[in-house]
């Protein structure tokens, strides 16, 4: 948790303001295409109440317009037998309105879990250095 918080700490510019950019891994066919996204990023830890697990509350907010939803959520990091894991939960509001929830049940859902696992995979990269 305290490599999560360094990592989190490290995003803060000097407007105060901690930034990140969230990535859509595409499959390869789609040579040159990335898409992805600054978004204005919170943490911050705190305890669960019904276990002992350290928790970090997390939300973000696109910066501009796009196809990034806004999301809340938390990180729970969880050890065992001298290993870590962190896990990511929380929902997300689709962009667009009506026709963000037509996209997100189209596509945008398996987009937001793409998203999700390329931001676990940078957590991962970070605690590891």
Same mark, same amino acid.
């Given at each position: 948790m305290h490599r999560l918080e360094r990592f989190? $700490? =490290?995003? @803060?510019?000097?407007?105060?303001?901690? @930034? /990140?950019r969230l990535r859509v891994p595409?499959?390869? @066919? *789609? @040579?040159?295409l990335s898409i992805d996204r600054e978004v204005c990023v919170e943490a911050r830890r705190t305890r669960g109440e019904a276990s002992l697990n350290d928790l970090m509350l997390i939300t973000w907010v696109p $910066?501009?317009?796009?196809? %990034?939803? *806004? %999301?809340e959520g938390i990180l729970i990091v969880r050890s065992e037998n001298? =290993?870590?894991?962190i896990e990511l939960d929380g =929902?997300? =509001? +689709? +962009? %667009?309105? *009506? #026709?963000?929830q037509v996209f997100d049940a189209t596509i945008g859902h398996r987009i937001a879990e793409s998203t999700a696992h $390329? /931001?676990?995979k940078d /957590?991962? #990269?970070?605690?590891?250095r």
């Amino acid at each position: 948790m305290h490599r999560l918080e360094r990592f989190f $700490e =490290t995003l @803060r510019g000097k407007d105060g303001v901690s @930034r /990140l950019r969230l990535r859509v891994p595409t499959d390869g @066919r *789609a @040579r040159g295409l990335s898409i992805d996204r600054e978004v204005c990023v919170e943490a911050r830890r705190t305890r669960g109440e019904a276990s002992l697990n350290d928790l970090m509350l997390i939300t973000w907010v696109p $910066e501009g317009t796009g196809v %990034f939803p *806004a %999301f809340e959520g938390i990180l729970i990091v969880r050890s065992e037998n001298g =290993t870590s894991s962190i896990e990511l939960d929380g =929902t997300y =509001t +689709p +962009p %667009f309105g *009506a #026709a963000g929830q037509v996209f997100d049940a189209t596509i945008g859902h398996r987009i937001a879990e793409s998203t999700a696992h $390329e /931001l676990l995979k940078d /957590l991962k #990269a970070a605690v590891e250095r």
